[in-house]
């Protein structure tokens, strides 16, 4: 009998071990990470000037060896917007770079992230041609309620045969002051285009 557990008690072992060998293949082929050449982490918060709104996230750079000037910029970012903040959080772009995707959670005090999260372009002379607002109000008088949320963002070169730019850039602010300033926390944050 006492062979009989110790028998049993080992072919279970081995059946754990050789099932747990078997998980760490992927059946699907998918790679984690796959053609990211680069990534920085950035926290921007409004907590010097009294409010509780901050961003924080991870900048991705994803090039395939087979076609580096075909860049493409993944930002996974989550927010919170202070209830007394009326400008929230804006994260800019240069001239280089077009949008193609945004994707992002609201607050549950609002039905529609179209209601939360704005979308702006300026001239071509501007500096940060791209810009895309989180909890900004949509009168100067109003507050958007504050809450937080999720965004992804994707980006891709504008003129892919143009020189590679050494980096890439984005301007992220948060944070209200007063009536009239916006985003008074500011960083640019910037991630080398190359490993």
Known sequence: ??????????VLI???????????????????????????NFTVAADEIGLETET????FVISDEN?????????I??????????????????????????????PDNLQNPEDYTTIWQTGSDKEWHISIDVGHSKFDSDLSG?????????????????TLPDSFDVLIGTGSKGDHVAHPAKKIISVPLTR
């Open 14 to 40: 081995g059946v754990t071990f050789s099932s747990c060998a078997d998980q760490t293949k992927d059946p699907a082929g998918v790679l984690v990470n796959s053609n990211v050449i680069n990534q920085q």
């Open 56 to 59: 924080q996230g991870t900048i």
């Open 1 to 10: 009998m006492k062979k009989t557990i110790i028998l049993l008690a080992c």
């Open 67 to 75: 076609a580096p000037q075909e860049i493409k910029i993944v930002i």
């Open 146 to 162: 504050g809450g937080e949320g999720n965004l992804l963002i994707e980006l891709i070169l504008e003129n892919p045969d143009a």
């Open 77 to 106: 970012a989550n927010f919170l917007v202070d209830e007394n903040d009326w400008a929230g959080v804006a994260y800019g772009f240069p001239q280089a770079w077009t949008l193609t995707r945004v994707l992002s959670t609201c």
